[in-house]
């Protein structure tokens, strides 16, 4: 107990241990689902390259400004998100409700991610056996069907994943997560480089890249453009608390401003890459391009049918699927347990065991979402669509306001030079002016029309 109650005091924390480590744990905290499941559905489901377009610029205008800024609240405080918000502002001034937004956020998104991570984990299992090696859009249709219509099989394998969780976060913070993530995501990169061949290779293959690569802006409203600045979020971690925690164990000689771009350009090339491997094949196999959350799903077996090791293939690219889930799943609770662990003083443990009780209840939502409660709508939506929707176009974009309007507004330049520098080490003065102001000015300003006008406020 005491023992573990050390970690709330800044001198004893656990953190990351080299700079290599940083910036694996940071991307294997960005690449994920967001990557490999998300981007292509919602690319699919808002009309291709247009939408591609308009998710690029959100990532450089609003996406990398605030996760710089993230991440140097975290590593100036050294302390969960809440602490950290709480002494880095002035007295009295209630920023630290961005944190609390951000805890919400975590449990929301957990809730139905660790559901979607669930059918990436039974499809490892499905991809051993012989099921899934078809092209026929029919079959693989009706597998995930079947599959997200079992109550009882969506919920044990989403349990399954939470149990898992646990087990690996309590090893902590620089052995668990760097130890995992620092092997096995250039495996990823390696295998979606293959997929993406083999696609490309594909007989109509080009009607994909069209779609992909042609954008046709008539299709772009702004509930498309606040979708894109949402998944910019989601993909980078940012705007609840994740960069703000993972900041906190960084090292105070990492360069975060070539930290966070690195992290931006190679979590862009992976949802690329997952673009590249999917559309051909859902065009050269007569899929729909806006099938949905089931898109990877339903496309994946299509690709690595009738390939020279293709079941070899399928099966590591669930694997690798699931890996990348788990440090993006690990770097979401990490949220909530830093809190519990260091503001309640809670055993790390009981932080985390408690946490995924909460998700076990919450998440079970999402999970029977497709089945005994299909019919449990809030707002017109199932709880996974909503907690999807809530935290990447609504809690999210307003925590990306908050830290934006602090650091331009409150905390101020002179303190933001200092950490971009490293107090004067890091020559990157010339940065100075142009991210200060995008984050004073126009990242929160961006960020307001585009939800006002996406959520049909004017
Ligand atoms: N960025 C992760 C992904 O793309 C998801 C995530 C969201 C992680 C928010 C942490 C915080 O899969």
């Known amino acids: 107990m005491k023992e573990e109650n ?6 004893s924390r656990d953190g990351f241990t080299s ?30 390259a247009g939408f591609l377009v308009v998710y ?29 918000m709480k002494t880095l502002s002035p007295a009295g001034q209630p920023w630290w409700l961005i944190s609390v937004l951000g805890v919400l956020s975590a449990f929301l998104i957990m809730a139905f991610y660790s559901e979607v991570a669930a059918w990436v984990f039974a499809y490892v299992f499905k991809a051993a056996g012989s099921g899934l090696l078809t092209s026929d859009p029919k079959v693989t249709e009706s597998v995930f069907g079947q599959l997200i219509s079992n109550p009882l099989q969506s919920l044990l394998w989403q349990w399954l994943v939470l149990v898992l969780m646990g087990c690996i976060l309590l090893l902590g913070v620089s052995k668990g997560i760097e130890a995992a993530t620092k092997k096995l995501m250039p495996l990823l990169f390696v295998l979606l480089v293959v997929v993406g061949v083999r ?13 992909l690569f042609q954008p046709d802006f008539s299709k772009i409203t702004g509930a ?10 989601f993909k980078l971690s940012i705007g609840m608390g994740t960069m703000m925690t993972y900041g906190s164990y960084f090292r ?15 979590d862009l090339f992976v949802s690329m890459l997952a673009g590249i491997a999917i559309f051909p094949a859902v065009f050269a196999f007569g899929f729909k391009p806006a099938a949905g959350p089931s898109l990877l799903f339903i496309t994946i077996p299509a690709v690595f049918h009738n390939m020279l090791f293709g079941h070899v293939f399928m099966f590591a690219f669930f694997v690798l699927t699931a890996v990348a889930s788990m440090g993006a ?3 979401i609770l990490e949220v909530p347990i830093a ?19 909460l998700l076990a209840l919450v998440g079970a939502t999402c999970a029977l979402s497709n089945s005994s409660m299909a019919g449990f709508k809030l707002f017109g939506m199932t709880t996974f669509d909503l907690f999807d929707f809530m935290t990447s176009n609504i809690m999210m974009p307003l925590g990306g306001i908050g830290l934006c309007l602090f650091v331009g507004w409150v905390w101020g330049k002179q303190r933001f030079e200092q950490e971009l520098t490293n107090h004067g080490r890091l020559r990157n003065q010339g940065l100075l002016d142009a991210v200060f102001t995008v984050l004073r000015w126009v990242s929160p300003l961006l960020i307001l029309i585009v939800m006002l006008k996406g959520l049909h406020v004017f």
């Open 199 to 211: 696609s490309l290779m594909l007989p109509g293959a080009s009607e994909g890249l069209k779609f």
């Open 56 to 84: 690029v610029l959100a990532t450089l205008l609003v996406g990398l400004p605030v996760m710089i800024a993230e991440i140097m609240l975290g590593r100036k405080a050294k302390a969960n998100a809440y602490t950290a």
């Open 339 to 357: 809190l519990m662990n260091e503001h309640f003083k809670m055993k790390r443990s009981t932080a985390t065991w408690l946490s995924l009780a």
């Open 252 to 266: 105070d000689d990492q360069n975060i401003p070539a930290t966070a771009f690195r992290v931006m350009c190679a």
């Open 329 to 331: 799943m690990l770097s």
């Open 19 to 48: 700079s290599f480590g940083v910036l694996a744990a940071t991307l294997g905290s960005a690449v994920g689902l967001g990557n490999i499941w998300k981007f292509p559905y919602l690319t699919g489901t808002n009309g291709g």
């Open 6 to 11: 050390k970690a709330a005091s800044a001198a």
């Open 224 to 233: 498309v453009v606040l979708t894109a600045v949402g998944l910019a979020f």
